[in-house]
């Protein structure tokens, strides 16, 4: 402390360079700018205890901005799942101090001056490569340090943090070679960590290295060596989620392989260095490709029921909601208002004349016995094969037999191309705009059910339970082009399926990995190599990461613990932590101090964690208070708002 009352620096560790802990430090500097004239007006004010200085530190072995998962290195047929006018990484939100520079991917993109630029071909509603959006987080980083205000500095150090301790004065930050370095506050922004392999993935890599077979376990696709698998041998490839399009891709067009259009549509010309890929799924099907739309939400679609102000309603009367009993029932009503109102709009000779009415009027019921109104309505005025199933089109193989392999993948081949047909139709495919409804209503939920907003076991049993599964698979599916080149890898030979409720074994006397289904006659499939085509497990008492587990094993912090429908509390996927700005809770259920939490870490208090923030969350001029605005878009960024505002005393 000197004479005047000022710290000389306040030193601030961010552990993790991905856009989260990049978000933390844009924060930092925009309200340490922010802070400039109270600075200045502090500085001769005995005992003010503001600092002179803010020093920051980032510790991640890769670049600032991209961190690992979206370095700009990785190949460039790993594509994006949402549209380029969607992410940013700068604030919109009204009273945050302001950005120091920069805008949303959108306006990077279309601020590029070379027109040879691979972004200048780019629409804004088309899906980038994420090695584009790296170059995106690199760069704005790098302009947002150049902008830094007087007495601000950030450095990189490039090396993994190992552990965190605590000291007399703060905190110290070791990294893996051992050396420590001092802080007063840390932000914890780790992204994505390995995982420690399951008991039945622990099996399969124990199997493979005694028999000589290939298994690669659950990575981020920019991390593997896809090399390891040979041309013209069958693989099997468990998951059939966002990953295992890029398995797909990565073996097929990433080993010179092309995709041209036909007079029968997207045709596949092999290379002939192409494995032949069998997928595998619980469900049997891959992700809904999305619809072809003109923004990121349907503009025929508003959510009627599930508004902002119905999902936060109980909250603000001091009451917990159930997920199954209070919110779903209206996303659900509009889930089938969006289906019947596009199909009689689509298809008018599909809904008997005054049916839309009628169901309007159900729908408004507002007792339990809605559902039942609409459904006789439904029942009466639209063909049973016009009628939406929203968990059969979660799940369209349930209860079907297939006598050989060849049948299931007809069948499948038929799912795909009625798929791409409805992404191709947008906002005139009644399937494609209840998936819109869902969509939507995922933005208001994300703010409803955030930081205890529904009961525990509503939580569990409900959200994270089976409408999770049933809203990925619908609306978090991969560009409809990626449904289309999977048609056409199946028609070329190139790619088949296994089948629903998969069994993967390992057949010793064949020195071979074997998977079945048991809805799928014939032989099963034999193969030498395993890809596991899904993400790293979110659930921090698994993680295989030094610093988490220092962490729980000095008790300075603890997972959340939830209870289920039977009311036995079992630990969640995230840490448990205090309300916003999150500090982790010790293991006696104590607030560190000088901790703070940020990103995917937050899953037990916070659902979508994952989902980058969104440039245009707060609404378009002339939207209606209908839901359309959604400022759970930036929650990220008001996250490393409050954490920043926290560190620096506000």
């Known amino acids: ?76 047929e790993f594509l994006m799942n949402t549209p380029c006018l969607f992410p940013t990484m700068i604030p919109s939100e009204p009273g945050l101090a302001p950005p120091l520079k920069g805008g949303s991917f959108l306006e990077w993109l279309r601020a590029r001056e070379d027109p040879s630029d691979e972004a200048a071909a780019l629409e804004a509603t088309g899906y980038p490569p994420r090695a584009l959006y790296g170059r995106y987080l690199a760069e704005t980083f790098e302009a947002i340090l150049a902008a830094a205000p007087e007495g ?34 840390v932000v914890l922004a780790l992204g994505h960590v390995p995982s420690k ?89 891959p992700y809904r490709g999305k619809a072809n739309l003109g923004s990121y939400y349907a503009d025929r679609v508003r959510l009627r029921w599930l508004t902002r102000a ?14 199954d009993a209070d919110l779903w029932p209206l996303l659900h009503r509009d889930t089938l208002w969006a289906y019947y109102s596009t199909l009689a709009r689509a298809e008018p000779g599909a809904v008997a004349p005054g049916c839309l009415a009628e169901l309007d009027r159900a729908l408004a019921v507002e007792d339990p016995s809605w559902e039942l109104h609409a459904q006789r ?33 007809a069948q499948i081949l038929a799912y795909l191309d009625a798929d791409a047909a409805g992404s191709a139709r947008g906002e005139d495919d009644p399937i494609k705009m209840a998936v819109a409804a869902l969509h939507r209503g ?13 009961t525990e076991e509503s939580w569990v049993a409900g959200l994270r339970g089976w409408f999770e599964g049933l809203v990925e698979g619908l609306a978090s599916g991969p560009p409809s082009l990626r449904i289309r ?20 074994r390992v057949d010793r006397g064949a020195g071979c990995f074997v998977a079945d289904s048991p809805w799928v006659g014939g032989a099963p499939v034999y193969a030498a190599a395993m890809v596991e085509a899904l993400a790293p497990a979110n659930v921090v008492a698994a993680a295989d990461s030094p610093l988490i ?52 870490q937050l899953s037990a208090v916070q659902w979508g964690t994952a989902i980058a923030a969104e440039a245009h969350p707060f609404g378009a001029p002339g939207e209606a208070d209908d839901g359309a605005a959604y400022p759970s878009g930036q929650r990220t960024l008001r996250d490393a708002d409050l954490a920043a505002r926290a560190i620096l005393g506000l």
């Open 549 to 600: 587990e220092g962490l729980l094993a000095d008790g300075l912090v603890r997972p959340k613990y939830l209870a289920g429908a039977d009311g036995v509390p079992r630990p969640a996927s995230g840490l448990d932590v205090t309300p916003p700005p999150y500090r982790p809770l010790d293991v006696n259920g104590h607030a560190v101090p000088g901790l703070y939490v940020l990103g995917l």
């Open 442 to 454: 995922r933005a208001v939920l994300k703010e409803a059910v955030a930081d205890g907003g529904i």
């Open 152 to 185: 601000a500095s950030v450095r990189h150090v490039r090396a993994q943090v190992a552990r965190l301790g605590r000291t007399p004065h703060g905190w110290a930050v070791t990294t893996a070679d051992g050396r420590a370095r001092e802080a007063d506050a």
């Open 197 to 285: 392999p399951s008991r039945s993935q622990h099996e399969l890599m124990d199997a493979a290295v005694r028999l000589g077979l290939t298994y690669l376990p659950p990575a981020a696709p920019a991390d593997v060596d896809w090399d390891v698998l040979p041309a013209g041998r069958p693989v099997l490839v468990r998951g059939m989620g966002l990953n295992f399009f890029d398995v797909m891709i990565r073996l097929t067009e990433g080993r010179g392989g092309r995709f041209k259009e036909g007079p029968a549509g997207l045709e596949y010309f092999p290379s002939g260095r192409e494995p032949r890929l069998v997928a595998a799924s619980r469900r049997g099907v």
């Open 485 to 504: 080149q999977l048609a056409a890898l199946i028609r070329a030979g190139v790619v088949s399926t296994v089948g629903p409720e998969p069994r993967f």
């Open 377 to 409: 309505v439904v029942e009466r005025g639209v063909p049973e094969d016009r009628r939406l199933d929203l968990r059969g089109l979660g799940a369209p193989l349930v209860g079907r037999h297939f006598a050989r392999r060849s049948d299931l993948d």
């Open 1 to 76: 402390m000197t004479p005047g009352g000022e710290r000389a620096a306040l030193r601030v560790a961010v552990v993790g360079a991905g856009p989260r802990g990049a978000s933390a430090v844009e924060r930092l500097l925009a309200n340490w700018a922010a802070l400039g004239a109270s600075r200045t007006t502090a500085a001769g004010n005995p005992g003010a205890g503001r600092p002179r200085a803010l020093e920051i530190t980032v510790f991640d072995p890769f670049t600032p901005g991209p961190g690992r998962v979206w370095r700009p290195e990785q190949p460039r």
């Open 310 to 323: 119905a999902a936060l309603a109980p909250r603000e009367a001091g009451v917990t909601p159930s997920f």
